[in-house]
T-cell receptor
Framework: DTGVSQDPRHKITKRGQNVTFRCDPI?????LYWYRQTLGQGPEFLTY????????KSRLLSDRFSAERPKGSFSTLEIQRTEQGDSAMYLC????????FGPGTRLLVL | ELKVEQNPLFLSMQEGKNYTIYCNYS?????LYWYRQDPGKSLESLFV?????AVKQEGRLMASLDTKARLSTLHITAAVHDLSATYFC??????????FGQGTRLTINP
């Protein structure tokens, strides 16, 4: 098992464009989480899946954000009409008792 | 609203010295975690503390939990340069949603 993987690792986009990130969790984990981390801050919870069901969403997750986990395996996080304030590191985690984090996708919106 | 506060936020210390990072949280929680983050990298799980009085040690790091005081400590013994990183505590809320502190940026000087 190679741990949680995320793709891409870096993304630069222009304001107003749509972006999509992918997360592949550790295979036996049915819980998957998305967090966002801005510079100098701790990660903030965005959303959580158990298998394919999205069970909780943060108020941070505006209507421009959507997350899916269609087959209960990998997950995608899409941001529509990106804004400069969306620039951050987007972290995916999976786990049971302990959450194991992926390497993150660093997004820069110009 | 669950809040997690760490102090100090910045810590510069010399190799060989001992120091403690403090983590306070505002409401009861089932578990407390400590993570390490190197610059530009993702989060590495260090400890999970499950009950009052729990103590865990790994190398020069020791974490403890006092649920009555809502306080966890991360003690560093005889610091070495390799321990330079940002350390986060996080508390579980609801279905394992993590609420993180602001992080303590630790710099260990030769």
């Amino acid at each position: 098992d190679t741990g949680v993987s995320q793709d891409p690792r870096h993304k630069i986009t222009k304001r107003g464009q749509n972006v999509t990130f992918r997360c592949d969790p550790i295979s036996e984990h049915n819980r998957l989480y998305w967090y966002r981390q801005t510079l100098g801050q701790g990660p903030e919870f965005l959303t959580y899946f158990q298998n394919e069901a999205q069970l909780e969403k943060s108020r941070l997750l505006s209507d421009r954000f959507s997350a899916e986990r269609p087959k209960g395996s990998f997950s995608t996080l899409e941001i529509q009409r990106t804004e400069q304030g969306d620039s951050a590191m987007y972290l995916c985690a999976s786990g049971k008792e302990t959450q194991y984090f992926g390497p993150g996708t660093r997004l820069l919106v110009l | 609203e669950l809040k997690v506060e760490q102090n100090p936020l910045f810590l510069s210390m010399q190799e060989g010295k001992n120091y403690t990072i403090y983590c306070n949280y505002s409401t009861t929680s089932d578990r407390l975690y400590w993570y390490r983050q190197d610059p530009g990298k993702s989060l590495e799980s260090l400890f999970v503390l499950l009950s009052n009085g729990a103590v865990k040690q790994e190398g020069r790091l020791m974490a403890s939990l006092d649920t009555k005081a809502r306080l966890s400590t991360l003690h560093i013994t005889a610091a070495v340069h390799d321990l330079s990183a940002t350390y986060f505590c996080a508390v579980v809320r609801g279905a394992q949603k993590l609420v993180f502190g602001q992080g303590t940026r630790l710099t260990i000087n030769p």
